[in-house]
C-alpha cells in the first residue's frame, strides 16, 4: 500500500496542504510561477507552509530542508531554470546488473507518457540511455522539440558519442537489452533532433520527475 503524502502549496489557486494530487494538481496546473512541494508526514507539511507565510521559506539563497532526511527541496519555483515543457526519464532497477525497467514523464506533472520493461538483465546506465533515445525518437515522431532530462552523466555522454561502452556481457541472459541498445544506437546514427537533451540538476532541484525512488550505480 502507498504511503500518504501531504502535498503543500504555497503559490496557486487555493494554497493550503491537500492530500491528494488531484487536488494539488487543481492548484498549481497551468498556474504562473506555481510553488509546491509534498512531504511524507502532515507535520513537515504544516511546518514548511508555517515557515513560508512567515516569510523564511524562500528566502533568497537559501533553502528549505525537511527534517527527515535533508535532502535537496523537490519543489520548483521560476528562478531554479527547469524547463517544465519537457520530458524526464528514469531508470529503476533491481541490482546492478539486473532487471531494468525505465520511463519518461511529463516534467511539469509526473504524467507517465512512456515505459518500457522489466528488461531481464541490464545496467543503471544502459536503461538510462534507452530512456533518452526512446524520448528523443518518441518527440521526433510527434514533431515536437522538448527538451529531454536525464540524471546520467554516463548516459548522456553515451547519447552524444552515439555510442554506448559498457562492460556488461552479451550473452543469452542480456540479449534483450543489447538489442535495445543496438538499435537505440542505429536510430541516434540515423536520425537528427533540435531537442536539448540535459543533466538533471538534482543537488538543486531533488529528484527528478521520473523517479522510481531504487539507487543503484553503474
Request: with cysteine; proline share 5%; charged share 35%.
Amino acid at each position: 500500500m502507498a504511503k500518504p503524502k501531504y502535498y503543500v502549496v504555497w503559490k496557486g489557486r487555493r494554497p493550503g496542504i491537500y492530500t491528494r494530487w488531484e487536488e494539488c494538481k487543481e492548484q498549481i496546473h497551468h498556474f504562473p510561477g506555481a510553488r509546491y512541494k509534498s512531504f511524507s508526514t502532515k507535520e513537515e507539511a504544516e511546518r514548511a507552509y508555517k515557515e513560508d507565510i512567515e516569510g523564511s521559506f524562500f528566502t533568497k539563497g537559501k533553502s528549505h530542508k525537511s527534517s527527515n532526511d535533508g535532502a535537496p527541496p523537490s519543489f520548483f519555483t521560476p528562478d531554479q531554470g527547469i524547463d517544465f515543457d519537457s520530458i524526464s526519464v528514469d531508470v529503476g532497477t533491481r541490482g546492478n546488473p539486473g532487471p531494468v525497467e525505465y520511463k519518461g514523464v511529463d516534467t511539469r506533472t509526473g504524467e507517465v507518457i512512456f515505459s518500457y520493461g522489466p528488461i531481464p538483465k541490464g545496467t543503471n546506465n544502459l536503461g538510462e540511455f534507452l530512456a533518452i533515445v526512446h524520448a528523443l525518437a518518441y518527440l521526433k515522431k510527434k514533431g515536437s522539440k522538448k527538451t529531454v532530462y536525464s540524471d546520467s552523466r554516463t548516459a548522456l555522454k553515451w547519447v552524444r558519442e552515439k555510442k554506448v561502452s559498457s562492460e556488461l556481457p552479451r550473452d543469452s541472459s542480456t540479449e534483450e537489452i543489447w538489442r535495445l541498445v543496438d538499435r537505440a544506437e542505429k536510430w541516434l546514427k540515423q536520425n537528427t533532433y533540435e531537442n536539448k537533451v540535459l543533466k538533471w540538476d538534482t543537488e538543486r532541484w531533488g529528484e527528478i520527475k521520473a523517479d522510481y525512488g531504487r539507487k543503484s550505480g553503474g
